[in-house]
């Protein structure tokens, strides 16, 4: 399981010159081949003490190559011992529509099984093409308490000062422990208005 803000902070996208009409890559090609490791002379040998390396004078080589048509910017990447991953949206969570729930919008963590609810969501207060250390607004968690029922923390407004930490953030606003994840996206709806609400005084 990866952490919800590995799944979507911290990625970006392959970009283009800035001059690009059409900044979408036309061609993506994979390429598996043998690499040749680089030595200082030619009769020397590749013999590092590192026992995860395989020692050998090549290695399996791994490109991945992309296009775009319009501007003619060619990316490649490569690098050894690179694995690669073939899964859908419904098993990572991440790459499926954020739904709106409560006046937000939550991004799926990754679900225990296909189909099932995953225990973590991001959250956006507008609908946006992705979630970005810019647009995201909150979190929401799952845990169990002491008898053992499903509850949901929400926490919102991302701050590296923030008094509150869920996950590997630290956040200005935290719940206590939720009903459903309708109540966590609710609270985290209005948990700006509701925490600067001046505190009345009675005298
Ligand atoms: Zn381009
Ligand atoms: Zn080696």
Same mark, same amino acid.
Request: charged share 20%; aromatic share 6%; hydrophobic share 35%.
């Given at each position: 399981m990866q952490l919800i803000e590995s799944l979507y902070l911290g990625w970006s996208p392959l970009d283009h010159p800035a001059d690009c009409p059409n900044p979408a890559w036309d061609v993506v090609e994979i390429r598996h081949d043998e690499g040749a490791r680089i030595v200082q002379?030619? %009769?020397?040998?590749? &013999? =590092? %003490?590192? @026992?995860? =390396?395989?020692? %050998? @004078?090549?290695f399996g080589r791994v490109q991945l190559r992309l296009l775009c048509r319009d501007c003619g910017s060619v990316r490649t990447i490569t690098g050894e011992g690179l694995t690669q991953v073939c899964t859908d949206t419904s098993l990572t969570g991440w790459g499926q529509a954020p739904r709106q729930v409560g006046g937000v919008w939550l991004w799926p963590g990754q !679900?225990? &099984? !296909?189909g099932r609810e995953p225990h973590d969501y991001l959250v956006t207060r507008e609908q946006a093409d992705a979630v970005t250390t810019e647009s995201l607004y909150g979190i929401i968690t799952r845990y169990r308490d002491a008898e053992g029922t499903p509850r949901w923390i929400a926490a919102a407004l991302p701050d590296p000062t923030g008094e509150h930490q869920v996950h590997t953030l630290r956040w200005r606003h935290r719940s206590a422990g939720l009903a459903d994840l309708d109540a966590a996206a609710a609270w985290i709806a209005v948990a700006e208005t509701r925490t600067q609400r001046p505190l009345v005084v009675a005298v």
């Amino acid at each position: 399981m990866q952490l919800i803000e590995s799944l979507y902070l911290g990625w970006s996208p392959l970009d283009h010159p800035a001059d690009c009409p059409n900044p979408a890559w036309d061609v993506v090609e994979i390429r598996h081949d043998e690499g040749a490791r680089i030595v200082q002379t030619g %009769a020397e040998r590749h &013999a =590092c %003490a590192n @026992d995860t =390396c395989s020692h %050998a @004078d090549s290695f399996g080589r791994v490109q991945l190559r992309l296009l775009c048509r319009d501007c003619g910017s060619v990316r490649t990447i490569t690098g050894e011992g690179l694995t690669q991953v073939c899964t859908d949206t419904s098993l990572t969570g991440w790459g499926q529509a954020p739904r709106q729930v409560g006046g937000v919008w939550l991004w799926p963590g990754q !679900p225990a &099984a !296909p189909g099932r609810e995953p225990h973590d969501y991001l959250v956006t207060r507008e609908q946006a093409d992705a979630v970005t250390t810019e647009s995201l607004y909150g979190i929401i968690t799952r845990y169990r308490d002491a008898e053992g029922t499903p509850r949901w923390i929400a926490a919102a407004l991302p701050d590296p000062t923030g008094e509150h930490q869920v996950h590997t953030l630290r956040w200005r606003h935290r719940s206590a422990g939720l009903a459903d994840l309708d109540a966590a996206a609710a609270w985290i709806a209005v948990a700006e208005t509701r925490t600067q609400r001046p505190l009345v005084v009675a005298v």
